[in-house]
């Protein structure tokens, strides 16, 4: 699975993002996608999964009722909108996949397949 990454942008406090992380070679609808972070000086975040197969979604508490992962079936992406940003939110983005599994949706050693990044800069 080739995942490519795109959307990130500057954009000012308060505003909104969308980015996406379109896939080549498989059919991401059965693959669990998650989607990290990564800001400068610090380690690795998840912010949020959803399970392939139409189950269950998970939010990292730092972005839970701001950002809201999604799926495009027809366009074989995955979304992750981004809303109310704060200059905290500056990193880059990372989208990553796996075969489904009932494992733990944040563990970022579970998961197979990465985009390349997205850089996504919030000012204040």
């Known amino acids: 699975v080739q995942l490519q990454a795109s959307g990130g942008g500057l954009v000012q406090a308060g505003g909104s993002l969308r980015l996406g992380c379109q896939a080549a070679?498989?059919?991401?609808?059965?693959?669990?996608m998650a989607w990290f972070r990564q800001a400068p000086g610090k380690e690795r975040e998840a912010l949020t999964a959803?399970?392939?197969?139409?189950?269950?979604?998970a939010y990292a508490d730092s972005v839970k009722g701001r950002f809201t992962i999604s799926r495009d079936r027809v366009k074989n992406t995955v979304y992750l909108l981004l809303n109310s940003l704060k200059p905290e939110d500056t990193a880059v983005y990372y989208c990553?996949?796996?075969?489904?599994?009932?494992?733990?949706?944040?563990?970022?050693?579970?998961?197979?397949?990465w985009g390349q990044g997205t850089e996504v800069t919030v000012s204040s």
């Open positions: 959803t399970r392939g197969g139409g189950g269950s979604t």
């Open positions: 990553a996949a796996r075969r489904r599994t009932a494992g733990y949706l944040f563990d970022a050693s579970r998961y197979d397949y």
């Open positions: 070679g498989r059919t991401l609808s059965t693959y669990d």
